[in-house]
């Protein structure tokens, strides 16, 4: 059976940005990181907000909040 790999995200954590699909981006009612952050770069996290199915994350100095899903932990 293969295990599923779960990140934990916390505040001041490295993440980079890899893209986000348009159902990522609708499950839980996200804002669109496509728009604003470009894939590759790297990211602070400033805030982590768990929820039963999903986690946003927000960004130091960038707005809006996002599906942990679109990022990688450096």
Known sequence: MKELLVENFNTGDRVKFIGCSKEQIRWGNNDDPNEILIK????????VR?????????????????????????
């Open 40 to 47: 590759g770069n790297e990211y602070i996290v400033e805030n």
């Open 50 to 74: 768990v929820h039963s199915q999903h986690t946003k994350l927000t960004l130091r100095g960038v707005s809006g909040k996002f599906n942990s899903v679109c990022f990688d932990k450096i």
